[in-house]
């Protein structure tokens, strides 16, 4: 089985490039695709389904060469937006009002959402801290783990957390061998 995402992803990443740049900006980055990874988006309703990851990760790079001034920082921003709309939505179920470890204590069921291989771990390292592990995803990006780190932030802000600190110490797209993000907070 290949690694897929879930449709969600890639339409938080339309929704952020369309608020934040305008819908002329979405069709610049389209037009920066390959003629394949063009018609995939003219001719498909994304929806929650799954697609390949390695779609999402050609958009991805397409967003940074365009919008992002070949900085990769700009998807924190896109994993905190979609956190907002997604938390607010479909997936208010995983907050946790006031308890920001029993949210990260979900840490899998969340990742089983938008990811079909692989697995993730969190491990509590004190009252407001702790260690979350991804392993065995076939494919992986810096982009997407910039993702995943503004989407947390902002989720555990939903829960109440302040001051909210996410460290990648290791990461696959950078040679490690698993995704592993040191993760505090204030209450």
């Known amino acids: 089985m290949s690694m897929e995402i879930r449709g969600t992803i890639?339409?938080?990443?339309k929704a952020f490039v369309e608020e934040?740049?305008?819908?002329?900006?979405?069709?610049k980055v389209l037009?920066?695709?390959?003629e394949e990874d063009q018609d995939f988006f003219k001719n498909i309703l994304i929806s929650s389904?799954?697609?390949p990851f390695e779609i999402g990760k050609r958009l991805d790079q397409a967003i940074v060469d365009v919008l992002g001034e070949g900085k990769n920082e700009i998807f924190k921003e896109i994993g905190a937006k979609s956190a907002r709309k997604n938390l607010s939505e479909a997936h208010q179920i995983f907050l946790k009002p006031n308890d920001p470890q029993e949210f990260m204590k979900q840490a899998n069921t969340i990742y089983s959402f938008y990811y079909n291989v692989g697995h993730r771990e969190y491990e509590p390292t004190g009252e407001n801290s702790g260690i979350?592990?991804?392993?065995?995803?076939?494919t992986f990006s810096v982009p997407d783990c910039l993702t995943v780190v503004g989407w947390y932030e902002e989720a555990l802000k939903m829960c109440g957390a302040k001051e909210v600190n996410?460290?990648?110490e290791e990461c696959r797209a950078k040679g490690g061998d698993v995704c592993r993000y040191k993760v505090s907070w204030k209450m």
């Not at 037009?31 to 390959?34: G, M």
């Not at 979350?132 to 076939?138: I, L, R, S």
């Open 166 to 168: 996410i460290v990648e």
């Open 49 to 51: 389904g799954w697609y």
């Open 132 to 138: 979350m592990t991804t392993y065995d995803a076939e």
């Open 20 to 27: 934040n740049f305008g819908k002329e900006s979405w069709q």
């Open 10 to 13: 890639l339409n938080s990443r």
């Open 31 to 34: 037009n920066s695709l390959s």
